[in-house]
């Protein structure tokens, strides 16, 4: 038994909440997981199939007592769903989420933490395109990392037991400075999930010129696209409105880039486009090497971490 906490709240009952579930039941993580969503549907569906141990019918009675409590909700919903719950916390207790955005995760529930309760903020780097209760499974955050994004000063033993969950579930874990943590976010998932929105939307503005070929013909890059691209709305709307300045830095340094290439391609260039995209092969190699990805040509994996 490798039990790391008597009682686990988890907050949101989506992909990343039942996931979390699933890994620690399968370690034996916490002697009892309590969980709550704000639809009475996820509610219902979450108790058919046995996500959590007790369903609670209010955000309050699902962290009462719990010794860590984790907001698994989207990013702009964090601030409220910690005034719900910030009178009930116990003292002692930690609170963490699983934000994917974390200076605005801090700023917004920080105030809502109460003396004597911890708040240690983290990011599993572990996602699928699908959402939702019955998305989850325990294998999500194997070989994944987790980013801790503790307060200067937080408890240290506060921090090393969320640590231990998370290496309990399976994954790699690091600590991080919130600001550094939304500029690398930025330029490693935030901004690429905006090029690919963006290149479905133009594809879809396309096929109502040529019909259905997109679809037909769909080639792997495009269709990779398609994958990132049909991630949650509301989770992705709240990235870029929260992690706005590292995003547009980035999405300013990539337009740069397109532009440079695009030079390249009109000059005929092939010097120029011939040394880009071997630089860039490099690090797809580089993530092949590290083991946070195959090199099977499997576009369509159902399971794939983001
Ligand atoms: P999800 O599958 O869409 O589930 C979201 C959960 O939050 C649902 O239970 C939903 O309740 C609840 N919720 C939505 N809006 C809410 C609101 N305004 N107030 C209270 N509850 C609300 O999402 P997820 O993928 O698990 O993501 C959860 C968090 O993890 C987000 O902060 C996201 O940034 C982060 N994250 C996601 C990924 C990923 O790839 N998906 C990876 C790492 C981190 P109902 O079911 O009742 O609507």
Not at 36 to 65: F, K, M, N, V
Not at 236 to 252: C, P, Q
Not at 255 to 262: D, G, I, V, W
Request: charged share 25%; proline share 5%.
């Amino acid at each position: 038994m490798n039990q790391v906490y008597d009682r686990v709240a988890l907050i949101g009952l989506g992909l990343i909440a039942s996931s979390m579930f699933w890994a620690i039941k399968r370690a034996g993580l916490a002697g009892e997981v309590t969980g709550y969503a704000r639809s009475p549907e996820t509610r219902d569906t979450a108790r058919r199939i046995g996500l959590c141990d007790r369903i609670c019918d209010s955000a309050a009675e699902a962290a009462e007592g719990a010794d860590l409590v984790v907001l698994c909700v989207p990013v702009g919903a964090m601030g409220k769903v910690a005034q719900e719950i910030g009178p009930v916390l116990k003292p002692g207790a930690t609170v963490s989420d699983v934000g994917s955005v974390k200076r605005h995760v801090i700023e917004s529930v920080s105030p809502h933490i109460p003396e004597g309760v911890h708040f240690v903020p983290a990011h599993p780097l572990a996602g699928t395109e699908h959402s939702g209760p019955e998305s989850g499974f325990a294998e999500l955050y194997d070989n994944r990392w987790c980013l801790l994004v503790p307060a200067e000063g937080s408890d240290p033993q506060a921090v090393a037991n969320l640590r231990a969950l998370w290496e309990g579930m399976g994954a790699n874990v690091e600590e991080m400075d919130a600001d550094h943590h939304d500029l690398v976010l930025a330029v490693t998932s935030h901004a690429p999930h905006l090029i690919a929105y963006t290149m479905v939307g133009v594809a879809d503005d396309l096929r109502r010129v040529t019909d259905s070929e997109v679809i037909k013909y769909s080639a792997a890059g495009f269709r990779d696209f398609t994958r990132i691209a049909a991630s949650d709305p509301t989770m992705w709307r709240d990235v870029f409105l929260t992690n706005k300045d590292a995003t547009l830095e980035i999405l300013g340094r990539f337009t740069e880039e397109l532009f440079a290439l695009q030079r390249a391609i009109r000059t005929g260039d092939g010097e120029q486009l011939f040394d880009y995209f071997t630089r860039t092969r490099a690090i797809r190699r580089g993530i092949i090497e590290a083991g946070q990805d195959t090199d099977a040509p499997d576009f369509g994996r159902g399971k794939t971490a983001q």
